[in-house]
T-cell receptor, first 111, second 112 residues
Framework: DAKTTQPPSMDCAEGRAANLPCNHS???????VYWYRQIHSQGPQYIIH???NNETNEMASLIITEDRKSSTLILPHATLRDTAVYYC????????????FGTGTRLQVTL | EPEVTQTPSHQVTQMGQEVILRCVPI?????FYWYRQILGQKVEFLVS????????KSEIFDDQFSVERPDGSNFTLKIRSTKLEDSAMYFC??????????FGPGTRLTVT
């Protein structure tokens, strides 16, 4: 699975959009980008995933660059409850597809 | 909304004792996983399980660990002889249609 690089921390004001970047320059053509988050010591929570098209669901939007070497998770209106560590993980589906967690980005949403 | 559940939420055991951590995955899922997270460290993959067999395991998952699906709903992780370094949060997960994984709330294992 391709390695990912994320900034260690980011701040965002409540109500503003949080844009979390991820670099995955070695991604291969059939690997997907998945985003999870972990709020304090709770179990990781699935957010969204994509292959090459932009995706949106009730939680977030995922923008993947045309060359697929990077992506951005967008939380359109961040709230204090979105304070968490966000993980960008690239996996090859069709296998056991274990998740390899890095250190992620610690997003702090402030008033 | 269906969710993964885990019991107990906190388990305290003495070194050398056996522990069994229990999970109830989402009912129509077929792939199950265990992960652990030592305090302040990354979430680490332990094992994946499909069709009543281990499909992949990590180096952490040695002979002291075993997994079982004893009936149609439970998925268990057994540690035969616990060590101090087994103290961690243990997360169970099950996999959905699009390979997304849904995690339980975790069991905090404390080995004294």
């Amino acid at each position: 699975d391709a390695k990912t690089t994320q900034p260690p921390s980011m701040d965002c004001a409540e109500g503003r959009a949080a844009n979390l970047p991820c670099n995955h320059s070695t991604i291969s053509g059939n690997e997907y980008v998945y985003w999870y988050r972990q709020i304090h010591s709770q179990g990781p929570q699935y957010i969204i995933h994509g292959l090459k098209n932009n995706e949106t669901n009730e939680m977030a939007s995922l923008i993947i660059t045309e060359d697929r070497k990077s992506s951005t998770l967008i939380l359109p209106h961040a709230t204090l409850r979105d304070t968490a560590v966000y993980y960008c993980i690239v996996i090859l589906t069709g296998t056991a597809s274990k998740l390899t967690f890095g250190t992620g980005t610690r997003l702090q949403v402030t008033l | 909304e269906p969710e993964v559940t885990q019991t107990p939420s906190h388990q305290v055991t003495q070194m050398g004792q056996e522990v069994i951590l229990r999970c109830v995955p989402i009912s129509n899922h077929l792939y199950f996983y265990w992960y652990r997270q030592i305090l302040g460290q990354k979430v680490e993959f332990l094992v994946s399980f499909y069709n009543n067999e281990i499909s992949e395991k990590s180096e952490i998952f040695d002979d002291q660990f075993s997994v079982e699906r004893p009936d149609g709903s439970n998925f268990t992780l057994k540690i035969r002889s616990t060590k101090l370094e087994d103290s961690a949060m243990y997360f169970c997960a099950s996999r959905g249609t699009y390979y997304e994984q849904y995690f339980g709330p975790g069991t905090r294992l404390t080995v004294t």
